[in-house]
C-alpha cells in the first residue's frame, strides 16, 4: 500500500487542470476551463475545470470529483494505480508499506491483465535489445525502415524471439497466475500445448490516451506461407479493439497543440511520420473505424484528415468513416497518396516542412473526394450519377453547423452542374428523415424517463432531499462566513401574553445550521447528505475552515461526486459566455443570511408537512384516533408551528 504521507504530496502537487488537459481539449472561461464532455456524445461544452478549488464537474453526465477522480472514471484506473500515474508524471518517488496477502487477492483481473502487458512490454523489449536473435532479426528490420533508436524506445517496440513458450515460462516464474496469463491473449492454449502468440514478430504494444498498455500488435518477419503478417491480441476486458487508437498516448499532446488530427491505417504509418516530426497522428489498427473512436479523438480536435493509398476498395471502405466524422460534428479531409505508396513510404526520407506543404496542397474536403471517387466512369450514366449525388447530399446532411451546410451543398452544385435548389431540397428530405427518426427515439425515451420518476416520487419526498442539498451547498461555500440573522424570540409580556421579539444577531453560517438544526434534532434523510453535513461541521468546529482537495481525497467517490457538484453548480453559467451577452448573475454570497434562513425554515415547514401526513395516516389506519383529544392537540400544535414557520419565511423572502 501506498504510504499517507506519499499519497498527500501527490495531492499537493498534482494539478488538475494539466492532467484532464492531457485527456480533453480545454479553454480558458474565466477563472475556470471547459471543454467538451469526454463521458458524453455532445456538441457543446459542459465539461468544467476549476484550478483554484482543484475539482472538476461534468454537467451531461453527473460526473465529477478530483484529479484521481477522472483518472478512475475516464482511465478506469483503481486508487492507486491513479496515484501512480501522477506520481510519475510529477516525479515523485512512491513510499510503499507491505502488502498483506489478502490485499494482493483482492487486485482485479483487469489489474492483473495490465500488470501482465506491462510485464510482457518489458520482455520484449529486452529481447530486442539485448537477445542475439532480436538484434539480429527486430532491430535490424526497424533499422531498415529508417527508425531511430529514440523512437523505438518512445513506441516501447519490442520483439519476441522464435521459441514456443518463452514468454509463458518466464511469466509463470514471474509469478503470474496461468488463467491471468491466458486472458491476457499473450498465449494460445489448445491441443498442441501452450504457445507464445507473438512468437518470431517484431511488438507493437498498444496503449491507452493513459499509457496504459492494452494490447499488443505483431508483425512477422519471417517469410512463412499461410501466416498472416500481422496480427492482434484477441479481445479482453481491458482490450477492445472499437475503442483503442495506436500512437494515441505518444500523440495526444501533438493533436491537441495543432488542433488536428492524421488518421493513418497501421503501425509503422505512426512511427514513421513520428520520426519525420510529424506528431499528431493516429492509427485505427486495421479494423473499421468506430464511435468510440471518433470521440477519442474529438476530445482532443474537430479536425481530421484521413490519409490513405491509392486502393480503390480501401477508398469506398472509407466512406462510411466520412460520414461518421461529419455525423460528430467534425471537420474531415482526404489525402490519398501516389499510387503504391502509404504514409510510412511517403514520409521516409523526405523533409518535414516538404511532407507538410504536400498534405496542405493534396488534401481535400469530403466533397471533392466522394465526386472524384463517385463519379468515376458514371457521368454519361445518369442513374449512378443521381445516385452519387444522394450520397453526398446525405453526408451534409450529417454535418450540425447549417452554415457549413449551406456552403457545402453550394460547392456541391458547381462540381455536379445541378440547380442549388433542387440540393437544398433533397438535404431538407434528408434532414426531415433524422428529425423524424430522433423525434421516434425520444418519445421512446421520455416515456421510460416519466416511469422512472414517479417511481421516485414514490420513494423519497424530492423537497426535502433539495433543502438538505442546499445546507450541504451553503455549508461549502459559505460556512466559514459571517452573516446576520433575524432572529425570532417568544416572550412572556405583562400581562402573561405571548410577544414576538425580533432582533439581528451576527452569526458563522455553520453555527447558525448546526445550532437551528440541533434545536430542532433534526436528522437528513438522505444518508450522503447527511454523512457530508456531519463532517463538514465536524472540520469547522475542530479547524475553523474547509479545504476542499484535503476533503475530498478523504471522501468516498460517491461524495467526492456530490460535493465537486455542488462547488461548481453556481458556475456552469460560464458555460455559456452569459457574461458576454450582458446576463449577470448575482452572487449568493451577498445573501447569505437570508439564503440560510429560507432554507432552514423550509426544511422545518416541509419536515412538519410530513409529520402532519403521517399523523393523518396513522388515524385512518387506527379507526376512532381521529377522535383522540391527544391526537387532536397534537395536529393542532403542528398546524400553529407550520404557520409560524410560514409567517417566519414570508418575512425572509
Known amino acids: 500500500m501506498i504510504k499517507k504521507d506519499t499519497i498527500d504530496k501527490i495531492f499537493e502537487v498534482s494539478r488538475v487542470e494539466e492532467v484532464i488537459g492531457e485527456f480533453v481539449s480545454l479553454k480558458k472561461s474565466g477563472s475556470n476551463f471547459k471543454g467538451l464532455s469526454p463521458f458524453t456524445n455532445e456538441k457543446t461544452p459542459s465539461f468544467m475545470v476549476s484550478p483554484v478549488k482543484q475539482i472538476w464537474k461534468d454537467f451531461s453526465s453527473g460526473k465529477g470529483g478530483n484529479v484521481v477522480a477522472f483518472l478512475m472514471e475516464h482511465e478506469h484506473f483503481s486508487y492507486p494505480d491513479a496515484l501512480r500515474f501522477l506520481a510519475k508524471k510529477y516525479n515523485i518517488l512512491i513510499e510503499e508499506t507491505q502488502e498483506t496477502e489478502a490485499e494482493k487477492q483482492k487486485t482485479s483481473e483487469k489489474e492483473s491483465l495490465f500488470l501482465i502487458n506491462q510485464f510482457a ?8 535489445f539485448k537477445k542475439d536473435e532480436g538484434l539480429s532479426i527486430g532491430l535490424s528490420y526497424l533499422k531498415e525502415r529508417g527508425f531511430s533508436n529514440e523512437i523505438i524506445e518512445k513506441f516501447v517496440v519490442g520483439y519476441s524471439l522464435d521459441l514456443k513458450n518463452d514468454f509463458f515460462n518466464s511469466a509463470i516464474e514471474f509469478g503470474y497466475l496461468k488463467e491471468n496469463i491466458e486472458k491476457s491473449g499473450l498465449i494460445i492454449n489448445n491441443s498442441k500445448g501452450i504457445v507464445d502468440r507473438f512468437r ?23 517469410n512463412k506461407l499461410n501466416v498472416a503478417k500481422y496480427i492482434n491480441s484477441p479481445e479482453s476486458i481491458v482490450y477492445i479493439k472499437s475503442k483503442v487508437l495506436y500512437g494515441i498516448f505518444e500523440s495526444k499532446k501533438a493533436i491537441a497543440n495543432k488542433d488536428l488530427c492524421y488518421l493513418v491505417e497501421g503501425y509503422t504509418d505512426v512511427i514513421q511520420m513520428h520520426e519525420s516530426g510529424i506528431e499528431n497522428v493516429v492509427s485505427s489498427s486495421g479494423t473499421a473505424l468506430s464511435i468510440d473512436q471518433i470521440q477519442i479523438i474529438k476530445r482532443l480536435t474537430k479536425n481530421v484528415t484521413l490519409l490513405f493509398d491509392s486502393d480503390e476498395a480501401g477508398l469506398r471502405a472509407s466512406l462510411r468513416g466520412i460520414d461518421l466524422f461529419l455525423d460528430q460534428g467534425i471537420n474531415v479531409k482526404i489525402l490519398v497518396f501516389p499510387k503504391g505508396m502509404d504514409p510510412d513510404s511517403f514520409v521516409r526520407g523526405r523533409q518535414k516542412q ?14 471533392q473526394f466522394k465526386a472524384n471517387l463517385l463519379l468515376k466512369d458514371s457521368l454519361d450514366d445518369p442513374i449512378r450519377k443521381s445516385s452519387a449525388i444522394k450520397d453526398i447530399i446525405i453526408s451534409i446532411s450529417k454535418i450540425p453547423d447549417l452554415i457549413q451546410q449551406e456552403i457545402f451543398v453550394k460547392k456541391c452544385s458547381e462540381l455536379m452542374d445541378i440547380s442549388e435548389k433542387v440540393l437544398f431540397n433533397v438535404l431538407e428530405q434528408e434532414k426531415n428523415k433524422i428529425r423524424f427518426k430522433n423525434k421516434r427515439n425520444n418519445i421512446s425515451k421520455n416515456s421510460l424517463e416519466v416511469v422512472e420518476n414517479i417511481s421516485n416520487e414514490k420513494k423519497i419526498d424530492l423537497e426535502i432531499v433539495s433543502l438538505e442539498k442546499q445546507i450541504v ?26 410577544i414576538e421579539e425580533s432582533k439581528i444577531v451576527k452569526s458563522k453560517v455553520y453555527e447558525k445550521i448546526f445550532l437551528d438544526l440541533q434545536q430542532d434534532e433534526v436528522e437528513l434523510i438522505n444518508p450522503l447528505y447527511q454523512e457530508l ?28 461526486q456530490i460535493v465537486s457538484d455542488l462547488l461548481l453548480s453556481d458556475e456552469i453559467y460560464e458555460l455559456h459566455n452569459w457574461d458576454k451577452r450582458n446576463v449577470f448573475v448575482k452572487e449568493k454570497k451577498s445573501l447569505v443570511g437570508q439564503l440560510v434562513s429560507e432554507t432552514i425554515l423550509s426544511l422545518r415547514k416541509n419536515l412538519i408537512d410530513q409529520k402532519i401526513k403521517t399523523l393523518v395516516k396513522n388515524s385512518k389506519e387506527k379507526k ?4 383522540n383529544p391527544d391526537f387532536l392537540s397534537e395536529v393542532i400544535n403542528y398546524q400553529n408551528l407550520k404557520k409560524l414557520l410560514s409567517k417566519k419565511l414570508n418575512r425572509v423572502i
Open 121 to 128: 512490454s518489458k520482455f520484449f523489449i529486452e529481447n530486442l
Open 200 to 222: 518470431a514478430r517484431v511488438i507493437f504494444p498498444i496503449r491507452s490516451i493513459a499509457g496504459r498498455i492494452q494490447g499488443f500488435g505483431g508483425r512477422i518477419l519471417s
Open 624 to 627: 376512532g384516533l381521529s377522535n
Open 473 to 498: 451547498h451553503i455549508l461549502l461555500h459559505y460556512g466559514k462566513e459571517e452573516a446576520f440573522f433575524d432572529e425570532i424570540f417568544l416572550l412572556h409580556g405583562e400581562n402573561g401574553q405571548i
Open 533 to 560: 453535513y456531519i463532517k463538514l461541521i465536524e472540520l469547522y468546529q475542530t479547524e475553523g475552515k474547509v479545504t476542499i482537495d484535503k476533503l475530498i481525497r478523504n471522501l468516498k467517490p460517491d461524495l467526492s
Open 354 to 367: 516538404d511532407i507538410l506543404k504536400y498534405f496542405n496542397k493534396n488534401s481535400k474536403d469530403f466533397i
